[in-house]
């Protein structure tokens, strides 16, 4: 950075004096706003503003993988599950997209450095089919979990919420065809209070005689731990071992959820769509800012004394591709 | 390039210099050239209307709900669902608008974006754009709570529904269930409102923190800068990091109320108790937000008006920082009872006490201030007086809280209510008066009656005290908050708070006539009225558009004896060389 | 007598093992607070009189900063807090372990009232529990989240829906102490208050033998059962026996009476209709009220219903016959049989 800066400078001192007395406004490089001394304080400035700016985003999405980590630790099972509804290659083919688009937009930053102004609006236009790429394949994929009933809230088949048709293939008939989140409140509240109602001695002491079949304390349905392979069997009778209990862990079904487990599928899909939602979110104001950048690298604006602008919107989109980045392992890619 | 581009995204236009004796009032006319300004003193003084309207608002809940509670009775409607129901949106609006329209933007929005700049010597913050943003997300912010208060009324008075308008129950803290199942449609748009504000703090904080790196004046090294500024620069982290969170948890809300993802809420698989997790994340370092101002204005005033230079800087600047850090990793301590595991709740209460040495540092700093001082008791330096007695107790206060067992016991009673009024109220809303007391002359260039405003304030503490020290009994015995009706026993203590109350509203409208008259006929004010030694105070009062016709030079802002009373003019004047040779004692720092 | 002082004055009575721990750990920290608050105020008092501007008068020269005196006073407030810290935590502990073999109380709160469930399965709005022995309150909600605040045992605990949050007392004091919900939960909240009753062992066995088994009851009939289910339960929250309309329809009258529903249909409230109202409760909602009553099915038995429903004829003038007379009217025999009253199978 300090190299640009330093090339600032010396553009600007080209230009005309930097150090006139703050309130001078005869002498005055272009682009240098009144209440800034010179270029290379206005530009550190702007960068400055962006980074505490990206670290606010962070913290934003900080929050939705916060709530992630919580709901994937309590119930690794329903990620197991649920995330086979997510294609894997899409999900690696946008990675590749905004990679690549990240690439040409940190080249763009440096044409415009260079003063190349045709080099920029390539890359300009490269990064922003990125963009659009991406998008299109996020859209495939989300009228598809659309179609299939996983959709968010209401429109998933594995939500007490659902009011989408019940009667079809699949967990839907399984376990809603006699609920609905109504009777379903009834059916918790039964449970709970039949077992209250067991009669017990009066006097004698006891433990919980009236747990709720449908609240269950996390850790009691997490999946088992690999069980110790016994010793001394051929190395390909332990492949063998080792393979059949991965299976197992990757082959869950809806039916070998716990009733608790099956009542929060559906959160996976909600997360997955508020996390990816979110990001698409920025992936299109990015696209909005790359082509505002593009327009005005058309009007020639940027050269080696000012490219500030291009700058702080390649920040920008490095971020959103950062958090994809993290995104795609974690609801893609579960082990 | 051609000159005729516009210039830099983030910067101000360049204008055309001023004619003499033309200030920033004056500069322009028209309501568009306030509205659509991007000069930071003008946006303070918007900030100031909109958020003084607000304080206005929420205090009219306050009387309309402690008028309620004059009587056990249903006092507003002879059908109790529908008093308690209104009792509920009350104190909810009450919360929420003294919360997220008043406190937090009080001081950093109005006398930060005042000040701050002229502090440094400088013409406008880093991003004059992004600071007028700001003021419009809160204006946006605004308007939502506006509707769902509109709504609120139309629905108590007319019956009339306005679309998701129905005013707000769920309490400021949105807690789930409650707020993503049961509570009135009005949530809906007052999250949105919350979340849109939540922007308006955020560019606050993100412009102050490039302004304080980028800004600083030849001369003015990080331990040169005025307290105010180490404070503002302390509240702007703490704005940047916690209140992307608040906005999260917001949109989750929103999501869980409209569409049901079951992640806050039990019905849908959610944890209630996860919601609260995220809620106090941002909402407890949120206190240190109102706060800290306060205190960096508490350390103008106090070394100002004793005429003294600060004790202990270094330290004072330093536990505005810890402050901020720590603020952090407590916010648990609201959760003591809500079913987190107990190796959580020890924990988050071993760290709750650690937030209260670094403040603990700074009173005393200030007590020490005023020893072998000059003290005038200006209405500035006697509400910060009040503030150094009323935060010490309040603060205090926050100790049985943070000591489980106790906190276990008065938890959701009166005793949380008194101590949040007496950091609230008793210490930010009186070192916000006392930072408007202070620089009233600079904002409008003229002199406060010193005698009515002492008057106010002092009607103030009292009525405050009377108000809210009877509520830490009340608590102690065992009334919980957030009621609308309450056992016989409570009564009279109500009713010595409700008439307290009162008194406080007196009070503070006193203070109000009383800066309103000196804002139309006041004095006029000198430059430097109070001899500081602080940059904005060398410029004349109201200062010019771009702040200062010649450019300051930064000394020790606390060199009080760099001013001198000069009986015949009336007027402190500065002692040019000894502020040179000030400045020139300290290696010129600059950005990098 | 400092403490029966602060009893009188700002904190309720000591009814808990440990109430009086809690009330120790106050009064220090009070102390505390009222040390440096003095400290404080004294101090700048002094100083603003004894400096106080006056014409020709200069502030004097001081030292800016004094490491040696601003180390202590980040020591020794570091130290106090510690300390503060270390009896909270202690007694934080006394609260959390629960000794063994307690006795356990369910507790299922809701909208705006709780449900204390005993081992046996008997079912009360209030806490009735036996001095001298360690209870295990295991608590959760139906709907929103609540608390069960018990000032005079210096204990509190959220009820929180969707899990089970628990705590425990032993009660060193007989009688009855106010119980409060903590928890901000809607428009009653402010109602939602009961007592908790502390017998002496003996009688409190007494006290459920009869609690459980109305019928044992003296002068019982269906109707005054039903009565005591229904308080119990709480429907009376909702419910109101005077006609005017409530969360739910009014009991007045209500025994015979066209309701229209929520869909148009009309009914007319007969045995079924009821009972099927309080298993299903949102099967049929009557015109004008929400949806938000819980089921008793499987909470309320049987014959717990049929005593509602005779209470409630007693509540309607839509009601016609129900004499409890079995002969002709002339004649009437001053003692009518009280097995023979209507609906009481
Ligand atoms: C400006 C706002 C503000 C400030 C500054 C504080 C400051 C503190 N608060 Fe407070 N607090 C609130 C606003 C604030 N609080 C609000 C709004 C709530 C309730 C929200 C709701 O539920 O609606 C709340 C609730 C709250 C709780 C939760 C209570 C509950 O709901 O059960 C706790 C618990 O630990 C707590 C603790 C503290 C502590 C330890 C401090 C400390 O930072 C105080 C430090 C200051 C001092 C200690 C005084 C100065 C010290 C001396 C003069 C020297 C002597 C010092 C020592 C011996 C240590 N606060
Ligand atoms: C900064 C925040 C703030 C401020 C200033 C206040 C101010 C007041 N508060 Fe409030 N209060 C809260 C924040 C605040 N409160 C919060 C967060 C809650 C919790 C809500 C919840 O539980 O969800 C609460 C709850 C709360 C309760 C508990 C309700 C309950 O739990 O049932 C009570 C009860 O007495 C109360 C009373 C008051 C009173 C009498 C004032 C008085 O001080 C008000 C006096 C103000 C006026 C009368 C307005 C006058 C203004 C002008 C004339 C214009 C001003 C111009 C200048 C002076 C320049 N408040
Ligand atoms: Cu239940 Cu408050
Ligand atoms: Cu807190």
Redesign the pocket.
Known sequence: MSELVSRQQAAVAAQGDTNSPLRDHHVHPPHLAHHFESPAQQYDSAKIGMWVFLATELLMFGGLFCAYSVYRHNHPEVFEYAHHYLDKFWGAFNTVVLITSSLTMAWGVRMAQMGAKRGLIVCLVLTLLGGVGFMIVKSIEYSHKYHEHVWIGAGNKYSKAYNGPRNEEGPLSAQHSETNALTDKEREHTATLNQMAKPVATTEPVGQPWRDPNMGTPDEAKIKPMQVIPAGLSEAARQQQIKAVDEHKHSIKYEDLPQIEKDRVATFFNIYFMMTGLHGIHVLVGMGLITWVLIRATKNEFGPTYFTPVDLVGLYWHLVDLIWIFLFPLLYLIH | MSAINPPVSLGAPVHEPQAPGDNYLTHSRGILSWLFTLDHKRIGIMYMVGV??A??I???F??L??TE?LTPGPTFNSDKTQAWNF?NHV??L???V??FL??IP?IPAILGNFILPMQLGAKDVAFPRLNLGSLWCWIGGAIFFGYVLLGGILNASLGWHLPGGYGLD????FYTPYSSQQASDGTIAALLGVFILGFSSILTGVNFIASIHMLRPKGMTWFRMPLFLWALYATSVIQILATPVLAITGLLLLAERLLHIGIFDSKFGGDPVLFQHFFWFYSHPAVYI?ILPAMGVISEVISTHSRKHVFGYNFIAYSSIAIALLSFLVWGHHMFVSGQSPISNVIFSLLTFSVAVPSAIKVFNWVSTMYKGDIRFTPAMVAAMCFLVLFTFGGLTGLFLGSIANDIHVTGT?FI?AH??YV??GS??FAF?AG?YHWWPKMFGRMVNVAWGNV?MILLLI??NV??FP?FIMGAKGMP????TYPVEFTGFHQV??Y??YL??IG??T??FN?LHALLKGVKAPANPWGSNTLEWHSPSPPPHDNFPVEPVAGDPYDMKAWTWDEPTKQWVLDEERAKTVAGTEPTKHHH | MLNFLAQQLYLPPKASTVAPHVDVLFNAILAVTAFFCLLIFVGMLVFAVKYRHRPGREGGESPGHSTALELTWTIIPTIIVLVIFYYGFRGFLDETVVPPNAYEIGVQSRMWNWSFVYPNGHVDPQLHIPVDRPIRLVVTSEDVIHSVYIPAFRLQKSTVPGRYNRFWVEAKEKGEFPVYCAQ?CGTNHAEMVTKCVVHDQADFVRWLEVASNPERQPGFTPAKGGEQVMSARGCFQCHTLNGAASTGPTFKDLFGRQEVMSDGSTIVAEENYIRESIYYPQKKIVKGFGPVMPSFLGSLKDREVDWIIAFLKTQSANFKGGDANPTAPAAAPANAAPAAAPAAK
């Open positions: 003084l309207t304080f206005f929420g205090g009219v306050a009387m709900l402690r509670l009792y104190f909810t009450h919360g929420a003294m919360v008043f406190i009080a769920t309490g400021w803290t109102m009166y209510v949040f009024h609230m109220v930010v809303l008066l408007l106010g009525g405050f108000t809210f509520q908050r957030r009621y609308a708070s409700t307290g109350a406080m509203a503070l409208f203070i109000a800066l | 901000y």
